[in-house]
């Protein structure tokens, strides 16, 4: 055989020999997509044991160190710095959950007594939104540092604009008599929440107590007679704890 056609029968062999399979990238997805999965859910569960694990240590000691948290959490500090790059992240992470919890507690009230009676939607939104923030005290001192108070009035938007409304229905409907505008009032009971806060904090006022009193306080501010605040604070709060 000529060497032309040598060349010919060899190159038709070559583009008729079969394939191999693939066994590259697209074979081993499946298994990288698995193992990229179960990375992602075991850094999903370290940044949760994280945050659960800060919540209960600066709670019970607002000075507590990234390194306590880590040992706490059963991880190295790397992990934790991983996750959130400063303290003060920390801090603001716990806060955001803290803010969510607020804000869903403030819209079950209202949707629990339901919004006919201002001044009852205002009694109601203000006990469930305390026993929120209770959980959250001291992380909300320190919140109040690492995110300054117009960064939590920023995240707390929604419950203020909605709490602006109910207050200018009080106000329409003569339930309050205050020279005072709907949103200043609620600068007003901000202050209320956040004084009562740091007075539980430093033992001066049990909780219990402080939620109900946090509520009246704002009330009787807004231009409600303290019997009448009374009375319905004790009324709404005896129907939340049934």
Known sequence: MCKCAEGRHNGAMSRTKPTPPHTGAAGAGPATGGAA???????????????????????RDPDASMDQIARGAGVVRRTVYGHFPSRDALVTALLDEAVEAVLAAHSAAYADVGTEDPTRA?????LGVWRVTDRYRLLLSLAQRAVTMDGIRERLAPMNE?????????????RFTTAV???ALVYVLESIVFGLMEAVNDGILDTQEA???AATTFLTAAGLPLPEATALVNE??????D
């Open 211 to 213: 939620g109900r009193a």
């Open 181 to 183: 505008p709907p949103r």
């Open 162 to 174: 909605a709490g602006v409304a109910m207050i200018q229905r009080a106000l329409d409907e003569g």
């Open 122 to 126: 205002i009694a109601a939104a203000m």
């Open 236 to 241: 709404v709060a005896a129907k939340q704890t």
């Open 37 to 59: 999965s179960a990375a992602t859910a075991r850094a999903d569960a370290n940044r949760r044991r994280i945050l659960d694990v800060a919540h209960t240590e600066l709670t």
